[in-house]
């Protein structure tokens, strides 16, 4: 573990690589040190879909236990999570989402997204649906001064505040 508490094997911050200059982050590699295992995405899904309890989300994905520990102790500390006690004798606790963890549902939206698209051959699994309505959900990158869906081909990228200036 490092000082930020993150697993990356070294003595950086998350999502700061070899070569990076000092203080300078990869967004995406900082959100993979912290979720970008298989096993912390599928127990961000349980609970997204209700599941809190440590036993509810060890039966649902036949996760080994210490793997179940370690990655919601590691979701807890990254403040993805929090425990909230339901039973005193012995202490036991629910999983819930943080509004930090909460934030992730486009990711995983996403993800499922592709997945369908790329891997469900006989049809989607699951289909998310407005609880309103019941139509299903679709997820989009919209500009807002435009207010148009904006495709992969038409986004590019210029240097926000967090990247050095020294580069």
């Not at 919601?72 to 999570?81: A, D, F, N, R, Y």
């Not at 299903?136 to 495709?151: D, F, I």
């Amino acid at each position: 573990m490092t000082e930020r508490g993150t697993k990356t094997g070294t003595d950086r911050p998350p999502g700061q690589r070899s070569g990076q200059p000092s203080g300078e982050i990869c967004s995406i590699a900082a959100t993979l040190d912290v979720i970008g295992d298989r096993w912390s995405l599928l127990i961000l899904r349980d609970i997204f879909r209700g599941g809190h309890r440590f036993s509810e989300i060890q039966a649902d994905l036949g996760i080994a236990k210490n793997l179940l520990s370690d990655r919601l102790s590691s979701l807890v500390e990254h403040g993805l999570l929090e425990r909230v006690p339901y039973q005193q004798r012995p202490v036991r606790y629910d999983y819930r989402l943080t509004p930090k963890g909460a934030d992730l549902s486009p990711a995983l939206i996403a993800l499922m997204g592709w997945g369908d698209r790329w891997y469900a051959t006989n049809g989607v699994p699951t289909v998310l649906i407005h609880d309103r309505c019941g139509q299903p959900l679709e997820l989009a990158v919209r500009c807002p001064k435009c207010e148009e869906n904006v495709g992969p081909g038409q986004i590019r990228s210029r240097p926000g505040p967090g990247r050095s200036r020294n580069v």
